[in-house]
């Protein structure tokens, strides 16, 4: 079954104390992104990735970082994370080709204290 | 950058009524869009999408939606709205020849009995 995997799907942490999200795709996509939805506000993309080893900013990557050794992985990292990244967090993968159906993750719901 | 406006963040429908929610988008050349579904508690889901074969695209769960390349619009429209239909739909674009996917900020649809 096609899926992307997203791990954990709730996280509490405190402010500061570095953490990891994990996501893995099993359709050898190349094309890889991370969003976070906040209420009113919608998807706004965090980083996305072309391929292997090729990472960029989307539109609010301030407190973030991404790394992309194999083409199944894209963990997102934040290393001293805040209370405004409080988010629902989205992992998504699709197949290059602007027309390409994006297959998203069941979500991270992370709340900073 | 390309972007895309859905006005009225909660849209209230009876059942049994038309489900109609708009999309605008801001691009000189059509781009790729797109229509995701958000139930509670999990990921997006795609459905529908217009990649230039037909204006008029079909998707699941009864709903189309029409591109309207004078009006640069892309609504989507259920004929008779479900209990079942209550979610977040978000619109989507993606510029031609561009992987990265810019959504709205979605319309919370509520179904009245």
């Known amino acids: 079954e096609a899926q992307v995997t997203q791990n954990p799907r709730y996280l509490i942490t405190v402010t500061g104390k570095k953490l990891t999200v994990t996501c893995s795709q099993n359709?050898?996509?190349?094309?890889m992104s991370w969003y976070r939805q906040d209420p009113g506000l919608g998807l706004r993309q965090i980083y996305y990735?072309?391929?292997?080893?090729?990472?960029d900013k989307g539109d609010v990557p301030e407190g973030y970082k991404v790394s992309r050794k194999e083409k199944r992985n894209f963990p997102l990292i934040l290393e001293s994370p805040s209370p405004n990244q409080t988010s629902l967090y989205f992992c998504?993968?699709?197949?290059?080709?602007?027309?390409?159906?994006?297959?998203f993750g069941q979500g991270t719901r992370l709340t900073v204290v | 950058a390309q972007s895309v406006t859905q006005l009225g963040s909660h849209v209230s429908v009876s059942e049994g009524a038309l489900v109609l929610l708009r999309c605008n988008y801001s691009?000189?050349?059509?781009?790729?869009l797109f229509w995701y579904v958000q139930y509670p508690n999990q990921g997006l889901q795609l459905l529908l999408k217009?990649?230039?074969?037909?204006?008029l695209v079909k998707g699941i769960n009864g709903f189309e939606a029409e591109f309207k390349k004078s009006e640069t619009s892309f609504h989507l429209t259920k004929p008779s709205a479900h209990m079942s239909d209550a979610a977040e739909y978000f619109c989507?674009?993606?510029?031609?020849?561009?992987?990265?996917?810019?959504f709205g900020k979605g319309n919370q649809v509520v179904v009245i009995p």
């Open positions: 359709m050898n996509h190349e094309y």
């Open positions: 998504a993968s699709r197949d290059t080709g602007g027309q390409t159906e994006a297959f």
């Open positions: 217009y990649t230039s074969a037909a204006t």
């Open positions: 989507a674009v993606s510029p031609y020849g561009n992987n990265r996917l810019a």
């Open positions: 691009s000189s050349v059509p781009p790729y």
């Open positions: 990735s072309m391929n292997v080893e090729a990472t």
